[in-house]
């Protein structure tokens, strides 16, 4: 990953109030994705809010009191 982050990157770790190192690479890809997807394809910006319609937060190991998550 490069620095700085995009702002909708930046956005989602806020919301969830969460650091770059608690995603999993999948999920780092999956907003990737979905921020191009968002920009390119469909014209709009993407937003935290879009996001959660479509997918949500859970911890990789629901045991675990911290640790990854994914979404």
Aim: a negative charge; glycine letters at 2%.
């Amino acid at each position: 990953m490069i620095l700085p982050f995009s702002n909708f990157f930046n956005a989602v770790l806020s919301h969830y109030r969460i650091n770059a190192l608690h995603l999993d690479p999948q999920s780092i890809i999956l907003l990737a994705v979905f921020a191009f997807v968002c920009e390119a394809i469909v014209g709009i910006a993407p937003s935290v809010a879009l996001l959660r319609h479509f997918f949500s937060l859970h911890l990789t190991d629901p045991l675990q009191h911290s640790g990854c998550v994914s979404l």
